[in-house]
């Protein structure tokens, strides 16, 4: 009889080693084939779209796909620690840099900016919450009629001058208009509350404590970084003054994924100032929007997300898919790519959906 069980035993375990094994190896080929996956679909749009940039797919903490295309610049292949302009993807930052300082009760989200300039008009009836979910009605200094120069070095209380004499768009908290300039008076707020400079309150407070090593504002003279492109010609020169806390952040697809981390691990923002974040605050169709993020249903499932694009060639897109703990990050050095349709296909290939097809523009 024992030995009966003896035998019974190591038959046991014998079974368990080998499905422990299948499993294993089930996963790394799963893993495989999701890379490949993406791999051919990124080729596809390399001929198709002439594609050139770097993509990161992450879920559960683990990067699941990241790898570069093209050139980021003359003889410089991109790759996952090329460093691009991120443009309006600075907006997710600023964001939660509002929300430290709420959580530190420096400031609350619905305090009116007059508090903070006290010159500018209706002031008082437009608050924090407004400019960060573009509700506020101030006008976009980038839009054509303010005939903005991108190549000369501004103040940012300089860039809240060009709109200050124009009218609202319409009552505050009562419509959505995407404003860079909301995102670049928040800026200011950060600076006059926390007394350093946004860049500095940036470096100390997100990318110190998310293990952002590769992000920053200026480059130093002979580190690499990409170049944007317009139709394959390199796009023009724009000083790094010229967006501010709307879109001057230069980061990685890597860095940008240590950031998404830190989110998800509430090591920057407690839960529920993520909550608030992925909350639609203000929606006009087809667009709903949090704080510092687009909130979504991309494919049935909750989401939130960002494009970037920056008018010297940058092109950029990030979703994240909130319960699925999935981020899809596309970087893209040629203004002519459509990252959003890049980003949703990739986000097909991994939840095994069809791909999309469309040719949504940003």
């Given at each position: 009889?024992?030995?009966?069980?003896?035998?019974?035993?190591?038959?046991?375990l014998?079974?368990?080693?080998?499905?422990?094994?299948?499993?294993?190896?089930?996963?790394?080929?799963?893993?495989?084939?999701?890379?490949?996956?993406?791999?051919?679909?990124i080729?596809?749009y390399?001929?198709?779209e002439?594609?050139?940039?770097?993509?990161?797919?992450?879920?559960?903490?683990?990067?699941?796909?990241?790898?570069?295309?093209?050139?980021?610049?003359?003889?410089?292949?991109?790759?996952?620690?090329?460093?691009?302009?991120?443009?309006?993807?600075?907006?997710?930052?600023?964001?939660?840099?509002?929300?430290?300082l709420?959580?530190?009760?420096?400031?609350?989200?619905?305090?009116?900016?007059?508090?903070?300039?006290?010159?500018?008009?209706?002031?008082?009836?437009?608050?924090i919450s407004?400019?960060?979910?573009?509700?506020?009605?101030?006008?976009?200094?980038?839009?054509?009629?303010?005939?903005?120069?991108?190549?000369?070095?501004?103040?940012p209380?300089?860039?809240?001058?060009?709109v200050?004499?124009?009218?609202?768009?319409?009552?505050?908290?009562?419509?959505?208009?995407?404003?860079?300039?909301?995102?670049?008076?928040?800026?200011?707020?950060?600076?006059?509350?926390?007394?350093?400079?946004?860049?500095?309150?940036?470096?100390?407070?997100?990318?110190?404590?998310?293990?952002?090593?590769?992000?920053?504002?200026?480059?130093s003279?002979?580190?690499?970084?990409?170049?944007?492109?317009?139709?394959?010609?390199?796009?023009?020169?724009?000083?790094?003054?010229?967006?501010?806390a709307?879109?001057?952040?230069?980061?990685?697809?890597?860095?940008?994924?240590?950031?998404?981390?830190?989110l998800?691990?509430?090591?920057?923002?407690?839960?529920e100032?993520s909550?608030?974040?992925?909350?639609?605050?203000?929606?006009?169709?087809?667009?709903?929007?949090?704080?510092?993020?687009?909130?979504?249903?991309?494919?049935?499932k909750?989401?939130?997300?960002?494009?970037?694009?920056?008018?010297?060639?940058?092109?950029h897109?990030?979703?994240?898919?909130m319960?699925?703990?999935?981020?899809?990050?596309?970087?893209?050095?040629?203004?002519?790519?459509?990252?959003?349709?890049?980003?949703?296909?990739?986000?097909?290939?991994?939840?095994q959906?069809?791909?999309?097809?469309?040719?949504?523009?940003?």
């Open positions: 009889m024992k030995k009966f069980l003896k035998i019974f035993a190591i038959t046991i014998v079974i368990v080693i080998v499905s422990i094994g299948a499993l294993l190896l089930f996963g790394r080929n799963n893993h495989s084939n999701l890379s490949g996956s993406i791999s051919d679909k080729d596809q390399l001929t198709n002439k594609f050139q940039g770097t993509v990161l797919i992450a879920k559960e903490g683990e990067i699941l796909f990241t790898k570069g295309y093209g050139l980021a610049a003359t003889d410089l292949p991109n790759n996952p620690s090329t460093l691009y302009q991120i443009a309006s993807l600075s907006k997710t930052f600023t964001a939660v840099a509002i929300m430290q709420v959580e530190k009760e420096l400031l609350n989200v619905d305090n009116p900016i007059s508090q903070y300039f006290p010159d500018f008009p209706n002031g008082e009836s437009i608050t407004h400019l960060l979910s573009h509700s506020s009605g101030i006008p976009d200094y980038l839009k054509p009629n303010f005939k903005f120069d991108y190549s000369k070095e501004w103040n209380n300089d860039i809240v001058k060009t200050s004499n124009s009218e609202l768009e319409f009552t505050p908290g009562k419509s959505f208009s995407y404003s860079n300039t909301g995102y670049v008076m928040l800026g200011l707020i950060v600076e006059k509350v926390s007394g350093q400079s946004y860049a500095n309150y940036i470096e100390e407070h997100i990318f110190k404590p998310s293990n952002m090593l590769n992000s920053m504002f200026t480059v003279a002979g580190i690499p970084k990409a170049e944007g492109h317009i139709k394959g010609e390199v796009g023009p020169v724009m000083h790094n003054s010229a967006a501010f709307a879109g001057d952040i230069i980061s990685t697809v890597e860095d940008l994924e240590r950031f998404d981390r830190a998800r691990n509430h090591a920057l923002i407690s839960k100032s909550e608030l974040m992925s909350m639609t605050h203000a929606k006009k169709f087809p667009s709903q929007y949090g704080y510092g993020w687009y909130t979504q249903d991309v494919m049935g909750k989401a939130v997300g960002h494009p970037g694009g920056y008018p010297s060639g940058f092109r897109y990030v979703t994240r898919l319960d699925e703990e999935l981020t899809v990050i596309v970087l893209s050095n040629e203004m002519t790519v459509n990252s959003k349709k890049i980003n949703r296909n990739l986000t097909s290939i991994v939840l959906q069809p791909i999309w097809i469309w040719e949504e523009k940003l």
